[in-house]
């Protein structure tokens, strides 16, 4: 008589026409599929799946810890989205769900819906209203900032850096600083605006290093006040400012230089000219845009249900091609293209192993659960750019004087 695993596994093989790619531990022990990572999987876990199938159902078990992985994290996914691409991914018809309904009967697995996770972003009103934006933009970024603090190098730079040899990320981090700043050519007394500032990294670097007046704007509480208090700290106050607005409400004297790094993201695709528009609007005449922006396929601009629920809600990547259209629509000149994707995959894993290293620390900070999705984000973001699935690229314009 098959084992519970093996009846598991026995399911996934005639719904996949394949192999699991992953080994399967089921509540009772019982073990089935190949070496390596093993998913462990509960009642509960297959509940979740059978209420929500697919990448939803699979986070948020795993978030819960209703499932596990044993081993490799990454490999088990490396696996998964291999046989996705050769096999796609499968549609449970009438009769895979009658079949998947009769096997959980019999393994007791049927019961009411669980309960979604908490840690799930839950946004109301209008598609990238104001409102609704600014409560996208707090639920992934006003996590704490001594969680960022324990996540990232001493700048608290949250993007891509720039790898140049043997380097840990806070040199990673700086050479990245320093190459946006050259690519902006900024000189003493220049004016820069940084829409998107996260918590200051680009602000103090150039008002250090290159003698400039930078001014940010978040939508981020946690990021202004940590900024502010940094600025204060760094004795930059006539030198550094920042402010808690929607880009949208920009306004005033345009500046020498721009930059928005990695914030493009979350404008969406029917807001981007006017978000294209802005940056140019706040130029001077002969100044520079230095845009850094994650970039995906047209065929999957969104990052997916667990991106979209517990990391970025309304996040669109678009692809290059299409930014590069927005910004010449707008009246910018592409000056230069920089493809930063292999060091997404160094900054990433940089960021997972910091994690790892200090689990104890981030789940007194966030939680359990949060910590569990953390750890998932970041294993399947190093993985999209190490396969190719995401992008990420240093865009310089500039308006003709």
């Not at 502010?228 to 930059?236: C, E, N, Q, Y």
Request: proline share 5%; aromatic share 6%.
């Amino acid at each position: 008589m098959p084992t519970t695993a093996e009846r598991i596994a026995g399911f996934l093989t005639d719904l996949l026409d394949a192999p699991p790619p992953v080994g399967i531990r089921a509540w009772d022990d019982s073990v089935a599929g190949p070496p390596g990572p093993t998913v462990v999987v509960t009642r509960r876990a297959l509940r979740r799946l059978l209420y929500a199938p697919g990448e939803l159902g699979l986070a948020r078990a795993y978030v819960t810890g209703d499932l596990d992985v044993e081993g490799d994290l990454t490999d088990g996914l490396r696996r998964v989205w291999a046989l996705a691409r050769s096999a796609g991914v499968p549609r449970l018809g009438p009769r895979e769900w009658a079949r998947a309904t009769g096997l959980a009967v019999r393994l007791g697995v049927v019961g009411p819906p669980p309960r979604a996770p908490e840690e799930e972003a839950r946004l109301s009103g209008r598609l990238h209203s104001r409102g609704r934006d600014s409560s996208a933009i707090s639920h992934h970024y006003d996590l704490g900032n001594a969680f960022y603090q324990l996540l990232l190098d001493e700048s608290m730079a949250y993007s891509c850096a720039y790898w140049t040899g043997d380097v840990d990320l806070e040199r990673a981090q700086h050479d990245k600083l320093e190459l946006i700043c050259r690519d902006l050519r900024l000189r003493p007394g220049m004016r820069l605006l940084d829409v998107g500032c996260g918590w200051g990294s680009l602000l103090v670097h150039a008002a250090k290093h290159h003698g400039v007046h930078a001014a940010g704007v978040t939508l981020s509480a946690e990021q202004a006040q940590h900024v502010r208090s940094r600025v204060s700290t760094l004795d930059l106050d006539d030198r550094v400012g920042v402010r808690r607005q929607d880009y949208r409400e920009l306004a005033g004297e345009p500046f020498d230089a721009v930059a928005s790094i990695e914030m493009g993201e979350h404008v969406g695709e029917a807001n981007y000219p006017v978000y294209a528009a802005t940056l140019r609007r706040m130029l001077a005449p002969g100044g520079r845009l230095v845009l850094q922006q994650m970039s995906r396929g047209a065929v999957a601009p969104g990052g997916g249900a667990f991106i979209e629920r517990y990391i970025a809600p309304d996040m669109t990547m678009r692809p290059l091609s299409a930014t590069l259209g927005h910004l010449e629509r707008a009246g910018f000149e592409i000056r230069e293209v920089r493809a930063l994707r292999e060091h997404y995959v160094r900054t990433v894993r940089a960021w997972a192993e910091t994690l790892e290293r200090r689990w104890d620390d981030a789940v007194g900070l966030i939680g359990e659960r949060g910590a569990r999705v953390w750890r998932l984000y970041l294993a399947g973001g190093a993985l999209a750019f190490e396969e190719g699935r995401m992008g990420v690229d240093q865009i310089v314009a500039e308006v003709r004087a």
